[in-house]
């Protein structure tokens, strides 16, 4: 069965970078976008962006660009977001999430799958 | 970038009950790039309609999306226990950015 298994909490200083992991398993990685997704607490859910695994493209949200990076190791089947400068109001649960690779490639665009969340805490 | 804005916050039912949730869009939303989702407390969401109206794998024919245009419906006909939850629509725009409505809270009466 499909499942993506992230990495756990961590707690970081305002102006430090966090980077979390998303392991992939049950599925061909390389046949499914992998994106990112974070709930801030009692908030609602906000998308990050995505990585395509075979060609490692990407396509961030413009909230995020130039402090967001998405990767992969696909010989280990997993994803990577990396969050740099973090502020107090980067406090969040992190999702990886998958979507469908067309048969032409485009994007299907429904979430999958997801990982079980990390909490990042962003605190002096 | 499109809004979504779904109504109500909170709807309060019992068991067995029918729940109409709503998810409207700033501007028309193409029905095959909208989604619903079902998040309980210290969970992942789960997908429950793609597609504005296609139950995902698994999910209950209790659960029925429709709508187009800037209008979608998510209504689940009897509401079982485990229903109740927060849900959320989501689209994908022409501009390749997704976005996701504030969500509607289906709590028990």
């Known amino acids: 069965q499909v499942q993506l298994v992230q990495s756990g909490a961590e707690v970081k200083k305002p102006g430090a970078s966090v980077k979390v992991s998303c392991k992939a398993s049950?599925?061909?990685?390389?046949?499914?976008?992998m994106h990112w997704v974070r709930q801030a607490p009692g908030q609602g859910l906000e998308w990050m962006g995505w990585?395509?695994?075979?060609?490692?493209?990407?396509n961030y949200a413009q909230k995020f660009q130039g402090r967001v990076t998405m990767t992969r190791d696909t010989s280990i089947s997993t994803a990577y977001m990396e969050l740099s400068r973090l502020r107090s109001d980067d406090t969040a649960v992190y999702y990886c999430?998958?979507?469908?690779?067309?048969?032409?490639?485009?994007?299907?665009?429904?979430?999958?799958?997801w990982g079980q969340g990390t909490l990042v805490t962003v605190s002096s | 970038e499109i809004v979504l804005t779904q109504s109500p916050g909170t709807l309060s039912l019992s068991p067995g009950e029918r729940a109409t949730l709503s998810c409207r869009a700033s501007?028309?939303?193409?029905?095959?790039?909208l989604a619903w989702y079902q998040q309980k407390p210290g969970q992942a969401p789960r997908l429950l309609i793609y597609g504005a109206s296609s139950r995902a794998t698994g999910i209950p024919d209790r659960f029925s999306g429709s709508g187009s245009g800037t209008d979608f419906t998510l209504t689940i006909s009897r509401l079982e226990p485990e229903d109740f939850a927060v849900y959320y629509c989501q689209q994908y725009g022409s501009s390749r950015i997704f976005t996701f409505g504030p969500g509607t809270k289906v709590d028990i009466k």
């Open positions: 049950g599925y061909t990685f390389t046949g499914y976008y």
């Open positions: 990585i395509n695994p075979n060609s490692g493209g990407t």
């Open positions: 501007q028309s939303v193409s029905s095959s790039y």
């Open positions: 999430a998958t979507s469908p690779i067309g048969p032409g490639g485009q994007l299907i665009p429904q979430f999958d799958y």
